[in-house]
Every structure is written in C-alpha cells, then in structure tokens.
C-alpha cells in the first residue's frame, strides 16, 4: 500500500473579535495556505466587537510522513480597505500539524508588529481524503419469471446532495448473476462517506424505465474497515420494484477499498517519527484500525489503545505509552527499550503515564518558570546512542516558587523537568514556548494546566 495519505481542511466561521485600533467600516480577510488563497471582504458594517465571515475556505494537502504537516503554514491577514489608511490590520500564523492534532475550535491573536489587534476566532475540519473504490461481486438477482432480456443493473454512490456519481451499468442481456461488476471509484472524505448511499437500479435498458431499485448505507464501511482499509462482506439486498412487480432479492459481495477511517485527531504529539499517542474524533473506527494511515504513524498506531480506570485484569490489548516516550528496539541484542524525548534518557522497563491536572481558581502569577522543550531525536544508535535534534516546541517546568499559587494548587507535585502539555484541553505540544506562555497569561481563571512527569519507569 502507498505510504502517501491526501487531507482535506475546511476553515469556517471565522469571526474578529476585540477589535482595537481600528475603524470596522469595511474589512476584508485573506487565508493563505503556501501558494493557494482565497479571500472575501465583509459588507459595510456599524462599529461592534465581533465581525464575521459566512465564507468557507478549502483545500487539500498530500504527504508521505505526517510530521511534515508543521512545515506547512496557514495564514490569516485582515485588511482594511479603502484609498486612505487601508492596508494590512493585523496577520496570524498556524501550521497544519497544530491544526490536525489540535482542539476543533481555535482562537488566535492577529497582531500587527507587537500590537494586537483582534482575536480571529474560527473552526477547523482536516480529514483524511481517498479514492474510494466499490466493486459487486458474485451478484445473484432472485427477480420473477419472464425476467427481460433487455435489463442491466446500473449502480452508483450516491452523496448528501442526492446526486449519483459515477454510474455503471452492467450489460443488457437478461443476465441475473453477476461475478464482477464494474469499479466505482470516488474521492471522498470520512464525514461525506458518512452521509452517502449505494444507489443500486434494475433497469430496462430498451426504454430507460427503472423496474425495482435498493439502497445501501456506506456508513456501514469504516465499522468494518480493516487496518488496510478494505471492507469485504456479503450482502443481501432487497429491491423495490415499481407498481406490481413486487420485491425482489439479490445477494453479492461488496468489496471497498481505500475506505476513509481516518477524521479530525486529537492530542498526542510529533516528532521526526511520526505521531504518537494521538485519538481521533470520530465514531466507529475500531482500536488499533489507521486505514491509510497505518504506513505514516509510527509504532503504537493512529489509536492509543483503551485504559481500564480501577481495572487490572488481563486484556491483550498493548500498554500505552505516555507522553514523549517512544519504543525502540536494540539492533544487537534484539531488546525492546524506551526513549524519553524530553530527558533524552532510555530505560529498558516500560514506563507508565503519569499525568495530572492542575486547576488554577484565583487571578494572578502562577509562580513557575517555563523553559523551552527539545524534543526529537536524530539517531539511536542504542540505549546509549541519544542525540538532540533542536526541535523547539512545547515547555518544560525551569522552577517552582515555593508556596506559590501554582504549588498550592498542585500540593507541591508540580517539580523541575514536568512538561505543561495542555492549557484547558488544549495541546500544548506543538507549540513554542512564546505561544505557551502567552496561552496561559490571556487565559480567563479558572484555568487548567495538564502536566505530564517525564521520569516515570
């Protein structure tokens, strides 16, 4: 199977709040991904503090290695218009990467230089985007007698808007049985596979008249959808016929391949191998099932398997691994050992999660001091071999204030070396550290912070 998985980002409503400094007659928005823009500018509207766009902004991206979505950046400037004091307002920067891994909703502060200038508030959907391919086979039609010679099947998906895409027909010959049809093939997303039908037609081909037709539900596929992403089942369908003709009944198999599994992702982290520990936002996808993804995650798979909470029977599901831990094999011994990408230590035991909530009530400093993370390692040559790549992105706990509010909230469990990986839910780890430390001083109280201990084996 091809390692190259193509995503589908979606942007609406996008709306500028707080606006300061400046006049709201008329304001226009660009969104810039690399080489592709679009932009749309608001009508004339009274001055206010929230200013919103209806538009929906779309494109697509194609890669062989996940990590290579924070390279990819995605820009939203707001412009003023007109002949005098027109011109750039203010710009914001995201890479898809912070986009794919993080919450749904996103908030971010349009500065122009050091002054800010509004919040951009906006939604964002990135979906994994195949070519999904539907093939019958071994069809067996169970129709009445003095079945026409002049009737084919004709077949299609059928999408959200009711449109069929793609329809194929069998040939006219009377035939009732069917080894293999012909393939349709649809570039779809999970969401629209979600909202699409097999639109299935018994159709008399000497005048266009269709005798009896069947439905079947495609989101029935990522249920099934093994890790390759094909789905292979029997089927037994039953037609409508038109007027008198009664019902009739067909089995087959229905054979799909490049089913999406795939839909928005939430936390985890990356580094030069890939995505770890991540979860995705989406129903009926199976534990340990990537679809097309499998080839671009790294060991541990796109699903972080099942934690029992006050549970310690045996289940063969795999262990976990905790945040910034990865497992790695001994090329000389043939031993499974683990990394720690924030201590750059290894150990041999496997280590457990440790990760704990601190929630911040009263207004006022906190009393840490953050520092930025490295992470990412260029090379193992071993448990000894361990080499920092420079990736900057994330925090990691410099110092605590004693008897500070964050120490006092946390009874003193927040120490040196812990990693802040979230701020209300929000994953911090693809962050750097300005935009860290800005999240949490704009940041309403209560606010909570998620702290991950790298040192626990």
């Known amino acids: 199977m091809s390692g190259r998985a193509r995503f589908q980002v979606c942007i609406s409503g996008i709306r500028a709040e707080r606006l300061t400094g400046v006049s709201r007659k008329k304001l226009f928005l660009k969104v810039d991904f690399d080489s592709y823009f679009n932009d749309t500018t608001t009508p004339t509207a009274p001055i206010s503090d929230t200013i919103g766009w209806p538009n929906e902004f779309s494109f697509g991206y194609e890669t062989e290695h996940v990590h290579a979505l924070s390279s990819k950046t995605l820009t939203l400037k707001l412009y003023k218009s007109g002949w005098m004091g027109g ?3 203010g710009e914001c920067t995201v ?3 912070t986009i794919a891994t993080g919450p749904v909703e996103h908030r971010l502060m349009a500065r122009d230089g050091s002054v800010m200038r509004c919040e951009l508030h906006f939604k964002v959907t990135m979906e994994q985007q195949s070519d999904l391919e539907l093939v019958l086979q071994e069809a067996e039609l169970s129709a009445p007698s003095g079945f026409s010679p002049s009737m084919a099947l004709s077949y299609a998906i059928v999408g959200a808007s009711g449109e069929p895409l793609g329809r194929k027909h069998t040939e006219a010959a009377g035939m009732r049985e069917w080894h293999m049809t012909q393939m349709l093939k649809h570039r779809v997303t999970r969401s629209a596979l979600m909202a699409s039908q097999l639109h299935l037609e018994i159709v008399d081909m000497s005048n266009g ?3 009896a037709q069947s439905m079947f539900p495609l989101s029935g596929l ?3 959808a093994v890790g390759n992403g094909t789905f292979l089942d029997t089927l037994s369908l039953r037609f409508r016929g038109a007027g008198s003709s009664g019902s009739w009944e067909m089995g087959c198999t229905l054979c799909a391949k490049n089913v999406p599994v795939w839909a928005q992702m939430i936390g985890g982290f990356h580094d030069m191998a ?3 520990n991540a979860r995705f936002a989406s129903s009926g996808i199976p534990q340990g099932s990537a679809g097309a993804l499998a080839a671009l995650l790294p060991t541990g798979g796109a699903h972080a398997p099942a934690r029992s909470s006050g549970s310690s029977g045996a289940s063969s ?3 976990a691994l905790p945040w910034f831990w990865d497992k790695k094999t001994d090329a000389s011994s043939g031993r499974t050992y683990y990394v720690n990408h924030i201590t750059h230590t290894t150990a041999w035991t496997l ?5 704990y909530h601190v929630d911040i009530v009263a207004p006022g400093p906190l009393g840490v001091s953050l520092e930025r993370c490295y992470h990412g390692m260029t090379r193992f040559a071993g448990p000894s071999g361990r080499r920092n790549s420079g990736a900057d992105t994330g925090a990691v706990v410099k110092s605590v204030e004693p008897g500070s509010a964050i120490d006092r909230a946390s009874s003193g469990r927040v120490q040196m070396g812990h ?3 979230a701020v209300n839910g929000a994953s911090t780890l693809t962050w750097d550290l300005s935009a860290t430390c800005s999240m949490i001083q704009r940041a309403s109280r209560p606010v909570r912070l998620t702290f991950q201990d790298p040192y626990a084996v």
């Open 87 to 89: 011109g750039l307002i």
């Open 95 to 97: 890479d898809l990467l």
């Open 209 to 211: 008249r269709t005798v």
């Open 222 to 224: 990522p249920a099934a």
């Open 274 to 276: 890939g995505i770890h």
């Open 317 to 319: 599901a795999p262990k």
């Open 351 to 355: 280590p457990t999660e440790d990760t």
């Open 419 to 421: 990693h802040l990986i």
